[in-house]
DNA sequence: GTATGCTTTCGGC
DNA sequence: TTACGGCCGAAAGCATAC
């Protein structure tokens, strides 16, 4: 079973302030260079009618919608965490396994609960949803099927507040007629390739010779699309342990290249990441950096080292050493925005301290 | 050839 | 007419080791 969180960030605020529902919101992430810099996070569904979806620039949402009476409002991720954690412990009582993805979505092991009677597979559904409801108001929608790749795709067949459940038997009849790109592994670049070869539906890609999908895409990614169109996915809905990476990133007030100008920056968002890393109480062994350029374009470097860190000094020093050189290698294009990124985290566990972990 | 690990890019939300 | 965030995990692409 897969559980979406309708329209998240938006439906969040809707929920503090209920006069917002009949009007068009957008949640916006506010760069700070100009008042309206910035792109568009999420809306609810009266501002997507409006044509007004995530990552298109706020000017242009404030365009399409300056007689509509919107909402512009600032993410208030603190709100959404709260939420979303609340959420998800009690998601946990609903199935035997979970896997959280995100910060608005899960997976549910239901293979045991239901047994094989699907009739309960629809039960199981509108309770999690009256459940969500009870505890934090907010609407989602939930796919159920016999895998992950079939509950994903059931989520997001109907929504906002849906419940698709599609039974072993009636995987093919669900996927044939979908358009490739609603996929989960198909994005713009592979629907567009898949088109020039006249395929557009499920139902065509399911007829491709696996072999010829192969030399196309390559050996796993061909593969990848041959088992997807035909309802076919193995994959185990897991715990996920820890974050994986934690990385900040930000726009800088001016483009430039002038490291006088970038590094201050990069120092804040190094020690932002480390703070991050100690609260969580992780080590690190890879520091990376991010470029976005004035033409959007993005870049990045990284650096792994042989045994975890956990000092300021070192992701500050490596930051800059990873900025400098890319400058030094890369044209005269200024930078618009930077970031900082930790990844290869390292939990100590056990009876051992970090320290243990940590080079000397 | 296969497995593994690292760096960079892709793409979802 | 243009306009433009901040995260995350997965995948791609490459190198190296066995």
Known sequence: MHVDLDYFFAQCEERENLSLRDKPVVVCVYSGRTADSGAVSTTNYVARRLGVKSGI????????????????????????????????????????????????????????????????????????????????????????????????????????DGLTVVQPQEVKSFLSPLPVGKLYGVGKKTEQRLAEMGVKTVEELAKIDPQELCALFGKSNGLYLHN??????????????????????????????????????????????????????????SVGIIAIMEDLSIHSRSRTFENPSQELNKIRNVARELFTQFLGSDGEMNVRRIGVKLSNLVKPTGQKALSDFLGA
């Open 57 to 160: 620039p706020i000017v242009m949402a404030k365009k399409i919608l300056k007689d509509a009476d919107a909402v512009f409002l600032p993410v208030n991720h603190g709100l959404y965490e709260k939420v979303s954690n609340s959420i998800m412990t009690l998601l946990r009582g609903y199935g035997d396994r979970f896997e959280q993805v995100g910060i608005d979505e899960a997976y549910l092991e239901v293979t045991e609960r239901i047994g094989g009677r699907w009739e309960k597979a629809r039960e199981i559904g509108l309770t999690v949803k009256n459940a969500i409801l009870d505890a934090e108001r907010l609407t989602s929608s939930i796919g159920v099927g016999p895998n992950k790749l079939i509950a994903k795709t059931a989520s997001d067949f109907q929504k906002p």
């Open 228 to 285: 997807a169109a035909n309802g076919i996915d193995e994959e185990p809905v897991r715990e996920r342990e820890g974050r994986e990476q934690i990385s900040r990133i930000a726009t800088l007030k001016q483009n430039t290249r002038d490291t006088q100008l970038i590094f201050p920056e990069l120092d804040r968002l190094s020690q932002e990441v480390h703070t991050k890393a100690v609260e969580a109480g992780l080590g690190f062994r």
